[in-house]
């Protein structure tokens, strides 16, 4: 390996060491999250491990945030501050696979790249409008028929939410302009993470309601859409 290869692993190490002392991941959460940035970097280098990264302080911040609040209405008993290796892989799983397919067809990088950085941007979009909305919403209404609803419960959205999950895309994308520009395809990340997330918020209001799926898999489909929604960017 050369020197910046070791550099990386160390920081890698270093991370997930980190994120199991200050109890940000489970062990296996941790060691899951590592192989994720290793397989990043693998077929992304430096800013496929950055693009992670900051989708992972961005939530993790948001996560703490008004922690008292989310108590009180039951959305931080979910995870208990600790995330597990299914969500780290629901989140993070769809980009790693396409980190993967830019190291086996590096012939189409643009392609994989872009759909690494659009499902982090769905992934961005959904932590930052459930954990920051259910703090700074006023107003909160189920997706499908725009009637109130309780905030917290699945498919439940606010406006302050959505504009926070559009912030989270666009941090997503910025990054991705700062290492690769791409304008037009820039444009295409904030659009990918923000279906992505309204995805996450149908597919709540109806299968994750009704008990057909898990939050996992919902995150998992979100990130998957987002992905393929960056991808239709590259081809048109």
């Known amino acids: 390996m050369h020197i910046s290869d070791w550099i990386v692993l160390v920081f890698i190490v270093a991370s997930v060491a980190a994120t199991i002392v200050f109890r940000k991941l489970t062990i296996a959460g941790a060691f899951t999250g590592g192989l994720l940035a290793a397989q990043l970097y693998k077929g992304l280098?430096?800013?496929?491990?950055?693009?992670?990264?900051?989708?992972?302080?961005?939530?993790?911040?948001?996560?703490?945030?008004?922690?008292?609040?989310?108590?009180?209405?039951?959305?931080?008993?979910?995870?208990?501050?600790?995330?597990?290796?299914?969500?780290?892989?629901?989140?993070?799983?769809?980009?790693?696979?396409?980190?993967?397919?830019?190291?086996?067809?590096p012939q189409h990088l643009v392609a994989w790249q872009l759909a690494v950085a659009a499902s982090l941007a769905s992934a961005s979009a959904d932590t930052l409008s459930s954990e920051l909305g259910s703090i700074y919403g006023k107003n909160f209404y189920n997706i499908l028929t725009f009637k109130k609803d309780t905030c917290g419960l699945d498919g439940v959205i606010s406006l302050e939410g959505t504009l926070?999950?559009?912030?989270?895309?666009?941090?997503?994308?910025?990054?991705?302009?700062?290492?690769?520009?791409?304008?037009?395809?820039?444009?295409?990340?904030?659009?990918?993470?923000?279906?992505?997330?309204i995805t996450d918020s149908i597919l709540g209001a109806t299968l994750e309601r009704k008990g057909w799926i898990k939050n996992d898999q919902v995150n998992f489909l979100n990130t998957l859409i987002a992905a393929l929604v960056g991808l239709l960017g590259y081809f048109v």
């Open 164 to 197: 926070w999950g559009i912030a989270g895309s666009i941090l997503i994308a910025l990054i991705y302009f700062a290492a690769y520009g791409h304008p037009s395809l820039t444009w295409w990340i904030i659009l990918a993470g923000f279906i992505g997330n």
């Open 45 to 105: 280098g430096v800013t496929g491990i950055v693009l992670l990264g900051a989708f992972f302080i961005a939530g993790t911040l948001a996560t703490s945030l008004g922690r008292r609040k989310k108590e009180q209405l039951g959305i931080a008993e979910k995870n208990k501050g600790q995330r597990t290796a299914s969500q780290v892989l629901a989140n993070g799983g769809v980009a790693a696979l396409a980190g993967f397919l830019a190291w086996l067809y």
